[in-house]
């Protein structure tokens, strides 16, 4: 008779990949349709683009939130996801609680927005690249990507709108594809880990 062992540690990776992986797609999406609709009205007025990206920021911030506290208990980053969560749901209520005030004004906000998620973004995946099939190298690229996009934005806060829509349009559709993978990576490393859990 043939026994089986189950390897603890590769089946709980394999159960928390099965659980999370559709979150950072579901948020790709989101992103890659904010770029998408952004690039199609680059030149609307500064209240409609202003509502745009403040409603993409909370559903983005509910979203991480919901993540992170799915992820509670894992040690997968849940502290981080929900910080981050609740800084982009702040950021979309206030655009869209005043989105009367001047371009430059909510720009200055969206740039410091993207400089501190991508600081926080880069140091969080860092610290995770001692465990195994965490995909930390996604969250580098991710975070030094929304670090990027702050700094063009603060460093052109008088560009326009237009040229900062821009921007926003392309950082957002790069930042989505990159969620995407990170999502179908985790799940191609959840199968492998419940494939070789068995033994």
Do not use: C, H
Not at 63 to 69: A, C, F, N, Q, Y
């Amino acid at each position: 008779m043939t026994m089986t062992t189950q390897d603890p540690i590769l089946t709980a990776f394999s159960s928390t990949a099965k659980q999370v992986w559709y979150w950072p797609v579901l948020r790709g999406v989101l992103a890659i349709l904010f770029g998408i609709v952004a690039l199609a009205w680059p030149d609307k007025t500064a209240a409609v683009i202003i509502w745009v990206i403040g409603i993409f920021a909370v559903v983005d911030g509910i979203v991480e939130i919901i993540e992170g506290i799915r992820r509670r208990g894992t040690g997968s980053g849940t502290a981080f996801l929900v910080t981050m969560g609740v800084l982009s749901l702040a950021v979309g209520i206030v655009l869209l609680v005043w989105p009367g005030k001047t371009a430059i004004v909510l720009t200055w906000i969206v740039g410091f927005w993207a400089v501190v998620y991508g600081l926080f973004q880069t140091v969080a995946s860092l610290d995770l690249r001692k465990v195994p099939g965490s995909g930390w190298g996604w969250g580098v690229f991710a975070g030094l990507l929304g670090l990027v996009f702050g700094l063009l934005v603060l460093f052109n806060v008088n560009a326009g709108l237009v040229s900062i829509v821009w921007i926003l349009a392309i950082f957002a559709i790069l930042w989505g594809v990159m969620l995407i993978a990170f999502g179908v990576q985790i799940r191609s490393l959840g199968r492998q880990a419940g494939k070789a859990a068995t033994y």
